[in-house]
């Protein structure tokens, strides 16, 4: 019988796929932006991730699901969502070449983790790690990614943070992009305790992190003294 922690990414599905679909009406009550429609997907990939994880807690190991959690997971991770910022952040024609290069490499790596062998005698009943494929090197591709997704998602609510400080009504954005930073890096951290056998880490960080970037972004959109509505990176006049 799997430990109980196992089955935390059965919650984080089902809370995933709600703030998912929360993102999507935002942007459809706006009727624009392009960094919603990343972040929805981003929040949907996290989903799909979690979702891996909770069929490998309830039916146990299985290829398919386990190079479907590697690759929603280890390879994306927070990328939809730091792309969500680069369209906030800079120019559409540089979020597009970054956009290209990005879906590129995603694309390059995810081939090498579809192709590459498994080493069953790593296989584990109900819990699913990186170190059962074969080719060690292919573990090497979600480092670049999570950095490029730690630089923009974290880096970008960060910066945020500090400019919404410094005005006494946006003090609620400068809460909600902390949160937002901390939370975005909390799975992060999860993943690197997975590369040492310690996957249940991961699903805890993951909840907790979701639940903070949710919470964050609530703060952003919610209503100041001055009723601004917020965006969780950068310091303009609505999301």
Partial sequence: ???????VPIITTVF????????LRRYR???????????????????????????????????T???AWYISGALLGGAPLAQGTVYLLLRRKTANRLTAALVAFFLVAACCVLIAP???????????????????????F????????????????ALSAWRYSRRRDTRHRFVGNVLIAVGALLPGIGGAFTRFGYTEVLYVTELIGLCLVYIGYRFNVGQPVVAIEGVPVAERPAA
Avoid: Q
């Fill in 1 to 7: 019988m799997p430990d109980a922690v196992l089955y």
């Fill in 118 to 140: 498994i080493n069953s005698a790593l296989v584990e009943p109900h819990r699913l790690s990186g170190k059962v494929l074969a080719w060690p090197w292919v573990r090497l």
């Fill in 142 to 157: 979600s480092p670049f990614i999570n950095t490029y997704a730690l630089v923009f998602l974290v880096g970008g609510a």
């Fill in 16 to 23: 995933s796929l709600t703030f998912s679909v929360v993102l």
């Fill in 29 to 63: 009550e706006k009727g624009r932006g392009a960094h919603l429609l990343w972040w929805a997907f981003g929040v949907f990939i996290y989903a799909v991730g979690t979702f891996t994880e909770s069929f490998a807690s309830l039916f146990g190991w299985n290829e």
């Fill in 65 to 67: 699901v386990f190079r």
